[in-house]
C-alpha cells in the first residue's frame, strides 16, 4: 500500500498568512494526488485533483503542486480567510487501495 | 439538487451485522463510481470500498475484505454496503463519495455520513 504523510499535523496561522502544507507519498504517484479540506462534523470538500487542477467553485487562493520525482506534493493558501481554518487531507489515487494524509489542521 | 444522503448507522453489538445505504440524486448514479470512506472519532479518512458504475467490479481495503460487501441499484439510486462480524475498530462515520465520470478515483460529491457505533 501507497504511505502518505502529511507536514506538518498542525499549522498556526492568521488571518492574510500564506500556508504551505506538505504532502508526500512512500512511492511514486505521478499526479494522481486530490486533497480536500473538512471541517468539524461535516464531509470532506474536494479543493484539488490531479495535484494542481482546482474543483470548480474553488477560490483561486487554494493551488497545488507537485515534484518531478511524484512522491512530494504542495498545497498553498495565499491570504489564509476565516472560512479556511479546517483540516486538510490529500489523497493518492495512484493504485488501490486509495489512500490519504493523516490530516493537517490549520489554526488561529 | 445534487446530493448523497446515508441512513442506516446505529449502535451494534460487535459480531452482529448493519446495513448502510446512500441515496443518490440531481445526477445520473448509473454512471459513476461509487465509494465508502470512513472516519474513526477523532482520526482520518479511511477509503473502505469501490463499486463501478455498472456493479461488475468491486474493491475493499483489506480490513473489511470477507467481512463488507459494497453493492448498487442502479434503478433506484442506492449506494449499500453491508457490514457483516463488525469489530470496535469499524466504528466510525461512514460516508459514501462518487467518484468524477473520468476514470480517477478521487472524490468530488460527498454524503454527510452516517455513524456505526460496535460497542457491548
Known amino acids: 500500500d501507497i504511505q502518505m504523510t502529511q507536514s506538518p499535523s498542525t499549522l498556526s496561522a492568521s488571518i492574510g498568512d500564506r500556508v504551505t502544507i506538505t504532502c508526500r507519498a512512500s512511492?511514486?504517484?505521478?499526479?494522481?494526488l486530490a486533497w480536500y479540506q473538512q471541517k468539524p462534523g461535516k464531509a470532506p470538500k474536494l479543493l484539488i485533483y490531479?495535484?494542481?487542477?482546482?474543483e470548480s467553485g474553488v477560490p483561486s487562493r487554494f493551488s497545488g503542486s507537485g515534484s518531478d520525482s511524484g512522491t512530494e506534493f504542495t498545497l498553498t493558501i495565499s491570504n489564509l480567510q476565516p472560512d479556511d481554518f479546517a483540516t486538510f487531507y490529500c489523497?493518492?489515487?495512484?493504485?488501490?487501495?486509495?489512500?490519504f494524509g493523516q490530516g493537517t489542521k490549520v489554526e488561529i | 439538487q445534487v446530493q448523497l444522503v446515508e441512513s442506516g448507522g446505529g449502535v451494534v453489538q460487535p459480531g452482529r451485522s448493519l446495513r448502510l445505504s446512500c441515496a443518490a440524486s440531481g445526477f445520473s448514479f448509473s454512471t459513476y463510481g461509487m465509494h465508502w470512506v470512513r472516519q474513526a472519532p477523532g482520526k482520518g479518512l479511511e477509503w473502505v470500498a469501490h463499486?463501478?458504475?455498472?456493479?461488475?467490479?468491486?474493491y475493499y481495503v483489506d480490513s473489511v475484505k470477507g467481512r463488507f460487501t459494497i453493492s448498487r441499484d442502479n434503478s433506484n439510486n442506492t449506494l449499500y454496503l453491508q457490514m457483516n462480524s463488525l469489530r470496535a475498530e469499524d466504528t466510525a462515520v461512514y460516508f459514501c463519495?462518487?467518484?468524477?465520470?473520468?476514470?480517477?478515483?478521487?472524490?468530488?460529491?460527498w454524503g454527510r455520513g452516517t455513524l456505526v457505533t460496535v460497542s457491548s
Open positions: 463499486i463501478w458504475y455498472n456493479g461488475k467490479n468491486k
Open positions: 463519495a462518487r467518484d468524477p465520470d473520468s476514470g480517477d478515483w478521487y472524490f468530488d460529491l
Open positions: 512511492q511514486t504517484i505521478s499526479t494522481w
Open positions: 489523497q493518492q489515487y495512484n493504485s488501490s487501495p486509495w489512500t
Open positions: 490531479k495535484a494542481s487542477t482546482l
